[in-house]
Structure formats: structure tokens, C-alpha cells
């Protein structure tokens, strides 16, 4: 997957509605925020997952708490807690998609 694909597919898992693609000038990523009320019609940027911790770090909590999902996201990661905790926002969002069975080769 691209950088570009992964963003999507991470956003849409943490609930981002009508993405879509804009080339100009570079190819990015827009959506509706999930928390968006009936007021707020326009799109936003899509979080810069493979680039900002802190965007990983939200899209994380969807793996829930004390579930499968969090030793299959290590496993993914390295397997170790050393490896789970310094990986980087792009290892992470591989992780996360492979995780959820998002992953596309």
C-alpha cells in the first residue's frame, strides 16, 4: 500500500466518512471528521498517521483495551514491549492495518 492508501484505510477504521483524494499539487487526503455535527458539511484534512505519533496514538485506542488485538498489533510490531513502545508512526500504522486485516500487499 501507499503512503496515501494507508491514511485512508486508517481513517475510515476510526471512522472518517466520504474520503477522497485531492492532487493538488500534492496527492491528499480529505474526510469528514467522525465527530462532525450536521452543521459542519465540509471535509478536513486527514491525520497525518504515518508521520504524527499522537495520530497513531488516537487511532490506537480502537484496538480497545486488554484485547487480542493489542498482542496481534505488538506481534506485528516486533513482539516486544521495547519494540511495541519505539516504533514509529509509520511501523505503526503498518501494524495497525495488518492488525485489522486492512492490509493490502
Same mark, same amino acid.
Given at each position: 500500500? %501507499? =503512503? !496515501?492508501?494507508?491514511?485512508?484505510?486508517?481513517? /475510515?477504521?476510526? $471512522?472518517?466518512?466520504?474520503?477522497?483524494?485531492?492532487?493538488?499539487?500534492?496527492?491528499?487526503?480529505?474526510?469528514?471528521?467522525?465527530?462532525?455535527?450536521?452543521?459542519?458539511?465540509?471535509?478536513?484534512?486527514?491525520?497525518?498517521?504515518? %508521520? =504524527? !505519533?499522537?495520530?497513531?496514538?488516537?487511532?490506537? /485506542?480502537?484496538? $480497545?483495551?486488554?484485547?487480542?488485538?493489542?498482542?496481534?498489533?505488538?506481534?506485528?510490531?516486533?513482539?516486544?514491549?521495547?519494540?511495541?513502545?519505539?516504533?514509529?508512526?509509520?511501523?505503526?500504522?503498518?501494524?495497525?492495518?495488518?492488525?485489522?486485516? !486492512?492490509?493490502?500487499?
Amino acid at each position: 500500500m %501507499n =503512503d !496515501l492508501e494507508q491514511e485512508i484505510a486508517i481513517a /475510515k477504521a476510526c $471512522g472518517w466518512e466520504h474520503t477522497k483524494t485531492v492532487n493538488n499539487p500534492e496527492p491528499s487526503a480529505y474526510g469528514r471528521h467522525p465527530i462532525h455535527t450536521a452543521d459542519v458539511k465540509w471535509d478536513l484534512p486527514l491525520p497525518d498517521y504515518l %508521520n =504524527d !505519533l499522537n495520530a497513531m496514538h488516537e487511532a490506537e /485506542k480502537r484496538l $480497545g483495551d486488554g484485547t487480542y488485538l493489542w498482542d496481534r498489533y505488538c506481534d506485528f510490531l516486533g513482539g516486544s514491549l521495547y519494540h511495541c513502545a519505539h516504533a514509529t508512526a509509520a511501523k505503526r500504522a503498518e501494524a495497525f492495518l495488518k492488525t485489522l486485516y !486492512l492490509w493490502k500487499p
